[in-house]
């Protein structure tokens, strides 16, 4: 009796597994949006794109605090990364110091007290000073 029991729900799951399906996943590929468009004149000139070799600190702030469009958010923050990454140790130094998100923090808090005058200047030297402001390169830092 055990035995035809076995054999029974060895065959139930067996025709189990043969209806299943098996499906390959497809991550979503996302289709680029005009204001994402690699072309010379972007539908949106306020936009980033990557001719924004100086970039103002008005234009990055714009990008960086931009609620209505996250791309624009990503590519900024993208920026800030890289300008992170290549001055410190020139401008800056000892990164560990501070939290991850202490950077983000302090920069976007002086940009956003900064004057229209002010704002005309490159961000990528607005961002490397701030930096020099909160963990300057001293006698005791590595670099």
């Given at each position: 009796m055990n035995i035809h029991r076995v054999i029974a729900?060895?065959?139930?799951?067996?025709?189990?597994?043969?209806?299943?399906?098996?499906?390959t996943y497809q991550?979503?590929?996302?289709?680029?949006l005009p204001e994402?468009?690699?072309?010379?004149?972007p539908r949106d000139p306020t936009l980033l794109t990557g001719h924004d070799i100086n970039l103002t600190?008005?234009?990055?702030?714009?990008?960086?605090?931009n609620k209505g469009n996250e791309r624009e958010r990503i590519k900024a923050d993208m920026y800030f990364l890289g300008v992170l990454d290549?001055?410190?140790g020139v401008g800056w130094c000892e990164y560990k110091k501070i939290l991850p998100g202490s950077a983000h923090?302090?920069?976007?808090?002086r940009l956003a007290k900064l004057n229209p005058e002010q704002r005309k200047q490159?961000?990528?030297?607005?961002?490397?000073?701030?930096m020099a402001e909160i963990l300057p390169c001293g006698k005791d830092s590595k670099k």
């Open positions: 729900g060895g065959l139930l799951i067996l025709s189990t597994l043969a209806t299943a399906e098996t499906q991550y979503p590929r996302a289709d680029s994402d468009d690699t072309s010379v004149f600190a008005e234009r990055f702030f714009h990008a960086w605090s290549a001055t410190e923090e302090y920069v976007f808090s490159r961000a990528a030297t607005f961002i490397m000073d701030s």
